[in-house]
Every structure is written in structure tokens, then in C-alpha cells.
């Protein structure tokens, strides 16, 4: 399964051809979704549902990305549930705070 995410950078840095920014954004392999569904505090995603998740970080890319990294190499990332509502049905109506979902 592939999720897009924004990862937070070390640094003001371009990445990969793209702009100066703070965070990369791009499709990364999920490894585990993580619930319960949480409701977003910040200012400009107030009300927006979304779980955590661990996403794969390439190579390339882990130097220039800022932690921590799970045991296994993997980063957690705050996923918005809106635009994956029927990809995270099945995880969200289980109940299940974790699955892992290597290869979906």
C-alpha cells in the first residue's frame, strides 16, 4: 500500500529536484497502520481525522530526513484518513489499533 506523506526535513534543503522546503513530500511504501483515528489540534487541520503510520524512507532520502526512525528503519507519519477513506475502511471499522500491511 502507498500513501502520500510529507517528511519533515533536517533542514531548509532541496531534495530530489524539488524546491527549498521543509519537508519532502511523495509516495512511500507503508509498512503499519497505527489507530486509534485521532482529530487534528492544529490551526490550519483543525477537525481533520487522520492515524499514524510508518512509511519506508529510502535511502537517498534518510540523510536529509529528520527522526526518529522506529527500531526498523521505518518513520511514523501522520496520514489524513479524508482522501484514503476507502483504502482505511477495513482498518478503521476493525477496531484494531495496528496492522501491519508489508506488500498490500
Request: hydrophobic share 35%; glycine share 10%.
Amino acid at each position: 500500500m502507498q500513501v502520500f506523506a510529507n517528511l519533515p526535513l533536517k533542514r531548509m534543503a532541496t531534495v530530489r529536484g524539488n524546491r527549498q522546503s521543509t519537508y519532502h513530500g511523495g509516495w512511500f511504501n507503508a509498512v503499519r497502520l497505527i489507530g486509534p483515528e485521532r482529530e487534528s489540534r492544529d490551526r490550519s487541520t483543525r477537525g481533520r481525522s487522520y492515524i499514524m503510520v510508518d512509511v519506508e524512507v529510502p535511502e537517498d532520502l534518510k540523510e536529509y530526513v529528520a527522526g526518529p526512525f522506529q527500531s526498523d528503519g521505518t518513520l511514523r507519519v501522520q496520514i489524513f484518513t479524508g482522501p484514503y477513506f476507502k483504502t482505511f475502511r477495513a482498518f478503521l471499522e476493525s477496531g484494531d489499533l495496528e496492522w501491519d500491511v508489508r506488500g498490500q
